[in-house]
């Protein structure tokens, strides 16, 4: 038996059995003591980790802060010792945020929201007119694209993924001049910012990084687009042909460019050959067997396919949003000015009918904003462009309607997923893509040329 030294006269003492995991304990404790003392006490001598909780031998609690006698404890009773309460020291922010676990879908927001504001610093640094304001926003646009391509800390392929728009946007702020026939110089400079900052991190990277990769062909498809026109002398206008043409023509092959599947993979080797091959033919056997192709190689294909899909719809929808309204704007000619929007509609169709057989949710639905966008931006020119009256809005405004409600109709009584709409809907996007090629011929001015040539 043991005693708790704890203040109050000698006879003023409560014999107690304590019973808990460690077993049966006798205490002699004061009368004036709390549970908390005597649970302190018994942790101690039973040496057991954590302040256990106190109750009685018919299970009620005791109340932490009232005295053994004003409880009810009379001596010889017997108090049992449950799980005991432990009292965490506390957490700063700080530490919450290092241990909070790892969100890949909001870092993924958080990074879009931060590649979308680079943008605009960029943006409005170049028209500033500035040279304090634009120094400083191109200095620190560089080193956040510096330092988000380093694979360091947590969520570093999401910081990878946003730091080449930092460096676009600092290349546009940099070399940003007034002038649409230096815009496209302007946009190759960034669109090769952007790939070397995407290559650096694609070297730093431990593993590949399929976004890495997007940015890379993204970039030199846009600086290839961009730069040699500007360097042969060419208007402003075949540029961004060429970006809204390939934008539509990406949406087409995207998918069969991100799944590479080794042959051996699909295919037994061993028993393909010229001739017929039969599986009942049980005298020839391979050399390999069976092939087995495991799990976990397929969940890292769907992924990595998933990432470079998702990517590319970005590019293109980018590419599509820039693209569409600076083929429009600088068609100034009659005969451009058809085939500008002819090529900005048909290419705003064929990406809505595309998107039709990606079954990735996110890449559907940027294809999907990738098309109206286009067709948004056709519609603002037709109503606001040059040459628009009262009649031309009336007009277009009831057949855009009426498309709508057609669509509407259709979609309300699930038409589209009947194979009647299904092979319409792919001889429609293979006439689109048709039209469109024949449409950027005009739209680039190589039809005018010619007629001017031979008249």
Request: proline fraction near 4%.
């Amino acid at each position: 038996m043991s005693d708790v030294a704890m203040p109050g006269s000698a006879d003023a003492t409560i014999v107690l059995s304590i019973h808990g995991q460690a077993g049966v304990l006798d205490l002699v404790v004061p009368a004036g003591a709390t549970s908390v003392d005597v649970a302190r006490e018994y942790a101690k001598q039973a040496d057991v980790a954590g302040i256990p909780l106190l109750q009685t031998a018919l299970g009620e609690r005791l109340n932490a802060a009232v005295p053994l006698r004003d409880a009810g404890v009379q001596p010889g009773d017997v108090l049992v010792a449950t799980s005991g309460v432990h009292r965490p020291r506390k957490v700063t922010l700080l530490e919450a945020a290092k241990n909070a676990p790892e969100s890949p879908e909001l870092a993924s927001v958080i990074a879009t929201v931060a590649a979308l504001a680079a943008a605009l610093a960029g943006w409005y640094a170049g028209r500033a007119g500035e040279d304090t304001i634009r120094t400083v926003t191109v200095g620190l646009l560089l080193a956040c694209a510096l330092v988000g391509v380093l694979p360091l800390g947590r969520h570093a392929r999401q910081r990878a993924a946003a730091a080449p728009a930092f460096a676009a946007s600092a290349a546009f702020a940099a070399i940003y001049e007034p002038g649409p026939h230096l815009l496209p110089a302007i946009l190759a400079a960034a669109a090769i910012s952007a790939a070397v900052v995407a290559g650096i991190g694609r070297a730093l990277a431990p593993e590949g990084d399929e976004v890495a990769t997007v940015w890379i062909v993204s970039g030199l498809t846009v600086f290839a687009c961009c730069a040699i026109p500007a360097m042969l002398g060419w208007d402003a206008r075949v540029a961004w042909t060429l970006l809204v043409f390939l934008a539509m023509m990406a949406a087409r092959f995207a998918p069969s460019l991100a799944i590479d599947v080794p042959d051996e993979a699909l295919l037994d080797l061993d028993r393909l050959a010229v001739t017929a091959w039969s599986a009942r033919d049980s005298q020839r056997k391979g050399r390999r067997g069976r092939i087995v192709v495991a799990a976990d190689a397929m969940e890292r294909l769907v992924r990595s396919a998933s990432r470079i899909v998702t990517g590319a719809s970005v590019a293109i929808l980018v590419t599509v949003v820039v693209a569409s309204p600076l083929l429009l704007h600088t068609a100034t000619i009659d005969l451009d000015r058809i085939g500008a929007r002819c090529l900005v509609f048909f290419a705003g169709c064929s990406l809505l009918l595309a998107a039709r057989s990606y079954r990735h949710a996110a890449a559907r639905a940027l294809l999907r904003l990738a098309g109206l966008a286009a067709l948004v931006a056709l519609a603002a020119h037709l109503v606001a462009g040059p040459g628009a009256g009262h009649v031309d809005t009336f007009f277009y405004v009831v057949v855009a309607l009426g498309v709508i409600a057609l669509a509407a109709a259709v979609a309300t009584g699930r038409g589209w997923r009947s194979v009647w709409w299904s092979r319409r809907a792919e001889v429609a996007e293979s006439l689109c893509g048709s039209f469109a090629f024949a449409a950027a011929v005009v739209a680039a001015g190589v039809f005018r040329r010619l007629w001017e040539m031979t008249s």
